[in-house]
């Protein structure tokens, strides 16, 4: 357990750089601004379907991080503060409508979808840079900092190259841009709602997708875009990318060769395994909370237990097993309907 007065010191520090962090225009217009939208990064009519009395679990109800919520209101529920209003109210209405997303998807919709992805992904970054600096200032022997620090630059470099890309289809309504993988409608409700970029290090079969440990400024790292949506009757499953990102060329071949239930599972192993921008039921039981093996997963990162925080004499010993798809409940099928 986590000394309260250690939670207090932390939540100082969040609070600190989460101030520190603000723009003093909205990233989008770069109009001055004094505050910004509480802009969600899964649409508040998603996670209302999947509500208890407003109230959702937040994905560290299976990750178990101490000093993280567990459940918050809808409000509060996977958001950041990047943009005006305007912009908010604006940029996104073609794909956070019911209407459309249940009856077509289109390359603006996916545009959207992605440029909201990448505003969530920039907002993270600006956090994590303040953040890793005042624990330094707090610490005063953070090891690893300055490749913390050029680890956030060059991501924050390709997010905002993204952005612009995606932000360039919505603005001009270009007519392609985005492949997808896969749009399929569920006739029930799933549990979780969700919306994430995913960046594959390394696909089901064990390719390398993605080195994410070549740090060229020259390498930019390619995303797959993934969303659960539950709607009001039914629930829709977006998989996409940029038709320009070709390391996903492979990865689509094979995922198409397989069974619609086999790739509905596969989208349910990604989600645990490679983000953390979900949201889920109250309505799941505990038996599904406290599965052993989902826990395993949601913590595990490229591979390694724990976020990757591993002792080097585990390392090497390499004692861990990753958690495989089936060793997992699929809470997209049915049977875990509500």
Request: with cysteine; hydrophobic share 35%.
């Amino acid at each position: 357990m986590i000394d309260i007065k250690i939670k207090k010191k932390i939540s100082q520090v969040v609070k600190a750089s989460r101030d520190e962090s603000k723009l003093e225009t909205c990233f989008i217009c770069g109009l001055p601004k004094t505050s910004f939208c509480n802009s969600h990064s899964v649409p508040q009519m998603i996670l209302r379907n999947i509500s208890i009395d407003g109230l959702i679990l937040q994905s560290n109800s299976l990750c178990g991080v101490e000093v993280i919520d567990v459940e918050k209101g809808i409000k509060n529920s996977g958001t950041f503060h990047l943009i005006c209003g305007n912009c908010d109210s604006s940029l996104f209405v073609d794909y956070e409508n019911e209407i459309n997303l249940s009856t077509a998807i289109t390359n603006k919709m996916l545009a959207e979808i992605a440029v909201k992805n990448y505003l969530l992904q920039i907002s993270k970054r600006y956090l994590e840079i303040h953040l890793f600096k005042n624990a330094q200032q707090q610490m005063n022997n953070l090891v690893g900092k300055e490749i913390l620090d050029e680890i956030h630059e060059l991501d924050l470099k390709d997010y905002i190259f993204h952005y612009k890309r995606a932000k360039k289809i919505v603005d001009k309504n270009l007519k392609s841009g985005y492949k997808v993988i896969l749009y399929e409608k569920l006739p029930y409700i799933v549990p979780i709602a969700a919306q994430s970029v995913v960046c594959l290090y390394n696909d089901l079969y064990g390719n390398v997708v993605n080195d994410i440990y070549d740090t060229s400024p020259t390498v930019r790292m390619q995303d797959l875009h993934l969303c659960i949506f539950p709607l009001k009757t039914e629930s829709i499953i977006v998989l996409f990318y940029h038709k320009d990102d070709s390391k996903y060329f492979d990865f689509e071949r094979k995922f198409l060769r397989k069974t619609i239930s086999e790739q509905i599972k596969i989208i349910n192993f990604l989600l645990f395994r490679e983000t953390e921008n979900y949201y889920l039921s109250k309505q799941l039981s505990n038996e599904v909370l406290e599965n052993k093996s989902l826990k395993k997963l949601s913590r595990e990162h490229r591979n390694e237990p724990d976020f990757g925080f591993v002792e080097t004499s585990e390392f090497f010993n390499k004692k861990y097993t990753p958690v495989c798809i089936d060793d997992i409940p699929n809470l997209l099928s049915e049977k875990y309907k509500i």
